[in-house]
């Protein structure tokens, strides 16, 4: 399985972006799959996640109510939908999948994520 995300940007504070996280190879229908941040000189953290069979989502206390992951199977892909962006959110963004406990299994562990994206840059600053 390769990941690749896209959609990220250089956005005014308040601003929306929406990053996409594309599978290849074996079906994204497949694994759980999380989105995860690393900004400068801070250590990568869970941003949200979503079950396999899409019942079931997490969020950092940080970002709850401004961000929405989806996901749309048929199309192999995972989305963050940001909005109310803030220079906090200022970080490589990752999205990784796993193949999980179970269908409705969902974790923003990193440890238990078996495939990861190169990344993609969100820069919020006026």
């Known amino acids: 399985l390769q990941l690749v995300e896209s959609g990220g940007g250089l956005v005014q504070p308040g601003g929306s972006l929406r990053l996409s996280c594309a599978g290849s190879?074996?079906?994204?229908?497949?694994?759980?799959v999380a989105w995860f941040r690393q900004a400068p000189g801070k250590e990568r953290a869970g941003v949200s996640s979503?079950?396999?069979?899409?019942?079931?989502?997490d969020y950092a206390e940080s970002v709850k109510g401004r961000f929405t992951i989806s996901r749309d199977n048929a199309k192999n892909s995972v989305y963050l939908q940001m909005n109310n962006l803030k220079p906090e959110d200022t970080a490589v963004y990752f999205c990784?999948?796993?193949?999980?406990?179970?269908?409705?299994?969902?974790?923003?562990?990193?440890?238990?994520?078996?495939?990861w994206g190169q990344g993609t840059q969100v820069t919020v600053s006026s």
């Open positions: 190879g074996l079906g994204l229908s497949n694994y759980a």
């Open positions: 990784a999948a796993s193949a999980g406990y179970g269908s409705r299994w969902t974790s923003t562990s990193q440890g238990l994520y078996d495939y």
């Open positions: 979503i079950s396999r069979d899409d019942t079931n989502t």
